[in-house]
Antibody
Framework: QVQLQQPGAELVRPGASVKLSCKAS????????INWLKQRPGQGLEWIGN????????NYNQKFKGKATLTVDKSSSTAYMHLSSPTSEDSAVYYC?????????????WGQGTSVTVSS | DVVMTQTPLSLPVSLGDQASISCRSS???????????LHWYLQKPGQSPKLLIY???NRFSGVPDRFSGSGSGTDFTLKISRVEAEDLGVYFC?????????FGAGTKLELK
């Protein structure tokens, strides 16, 4: 079955970069876009961007350019999001999701989310 | 960016009631190929969101038929015919027609 596995939590010092992971299984990793989203407590969802693992083509929300960098490792079927110079505004839950064209580019599978806390 | 406006933000219901959630977009969500990429998700407390409806009116695998979606252009609706306890949570509409993808603020379906 399709799974997107994310670590549950990360504690990050302000200004220190962090790389979040999303390990995919149960399908052909290179055939579906991976999206990254941000959710702050009690708030809605923000789309950060997505990446196509086959060729690493990326799309970014302008708001997150310079903040987030998306990469993949095809050998391990893992997607990564690097957050640079984190501040308290970056404390949030980050989800990876899959886009599947069969379901009209909707996000049919979600990871459990990584809760990032930026604190000294 | 396309703004997605959901109403109401809170929807108190009794079990067995019908519930209806509206989602309006600031631009048409009909793509040049004729498809409308408007989707609905449900987030239960402590969980990640899950796909309910894709492309306006298509139920995702395993979603009960008491859920239905409708609409076109900029005006969309999610209906739950008879609310059950497992339906409680926050419902989000989302569009993937335009980049950046955007979400509504969410509608919290809760018991009266």
């Amino acid at each position: 079955q399709v799974q997107l596995q994310q670590p549950g939590a990360e504690l990050v010092r302000p200004g220190a970069s962090v790389k979040l992971s999303c390990k995919a299984s149960g399908y052909t990793f290179t055939s579906c876009w991976i999206n990254w989203l941000k959710q702050r407590p009690g708030q809605g969802l923000e789309w950060i961007g997505n990446i196509y693992p086959s060729d690493s083509y990326t799309n970014y929300n302008q708001k997150f350019k310079g903040k987030a960098t998306l990469t993949v490792d095809k050998s391990s079927s893992t997607a990564y999001m690097h957050l640079s110079s984190p501040t308290s505004e970056d404390s949030a839950v980050y989800y990876c999701t899959r886009f599947y064209y069969v379901y009209g580019d909707s996000m049919d599978y979600w990871g459990q989310g990584t809760s990032v806390t930026v604190s000294s | 960016d396309v703004v997605m406006t959901q109403t109401p933000l809170s929807l108190p219901v009794s079990l067995g009631d019908q519930a209806s959630i509206s989602c309006r977009s600031s631009q048409s969500l009909t793509y040049s190929n004729g498809n409308t990429y408007l989707h609905w998700y449900l987030q239960k407390p402590g969980q990640s969101p899950k796909l309910l409806i894709y492309k306006v009116s298509n139920r995702f695998s395993g979603v009960p038929d008491r859920f239905s979606g409708s609409g076109s252009g900029t005006d969309f609706t999610l209906k739950i015919s008879r609310v059950e306890a497992e339906d409680l949570g926050v419902y989000f509409c989302s569009q993937s027609t335009h980049v950046p993808l955007t979400f509504g603020a969410g509608t919290k379906l809760e018991l009266k």
